[in-house]
């Protein structure tokens, strides 16, 4: 079993700055790839961005490349994600998620992932 926990969502102004953290507690976090995950009101929950367990292999959306950055500090415990150039079309709820079959990859599908937490709300204005 894995808890994760998110911080660092807020209310900004688009093309401002936010860095999400999810601290892991539980089994061996460095065992499990990581994932964010967003959802809007009315909408599915959607992949954002991934990274292995090692850190060494990372996939995003087309939506959020180039402007999102995912990390992991293993020794932390730790997954981040560096959201710059926000648009009003990146509000909505963020999830991270670990994913047990670690060797696999980065997988894009939220059903592959095995926990999650219970999200932090990003809300950008225009």
């Known amino acids: 079993q894995v808890q994760l926990v998110e911080s660092g969502g807020g209310l900004v102004q688009a093309g401002d700055s936010l860095r999400l953290s999810c601290a892991a507690s539980?089994?061996?976090?460095?065992?499990?790839?990581m994932g964010w995950f967003r959802q809007a009101v009315g909408k599915e929950r959607d992949f954002v961005a991934g990274?292995?367990?090692?850190?060494?292999?990372?996939y995003y959306a087309d939506s959020v490349k180039g402007r999102f950055t995912i990390s992991r500090d293993n020794a932390k415990n730790t997954v981040y994600l560096q959201m710059n150039s926000l648009k009003p079309e990146d509000t909505a709820v963020y999830y991270c998620?670990?994913?047990?079959?670690?060797?696999?990859?980065?997988?894009?599908?939220?059903?592959?992932?095995?926990?999650w937490g219970q999200g932090t709300q990003v809300t950008v204005s225009s």
């Open positions: 539980g089994r061996t976090f460095s065992n499990y790839a």
């Open positions: 990274i292995s367990w090692s850190g060494g292999r990372t």
């Open positions: 998620a670990a994913d047990r079959n670690y060797m696999v990859g980065v997988r894009t599908a939220s059903q592959e992932y095995d926990y």
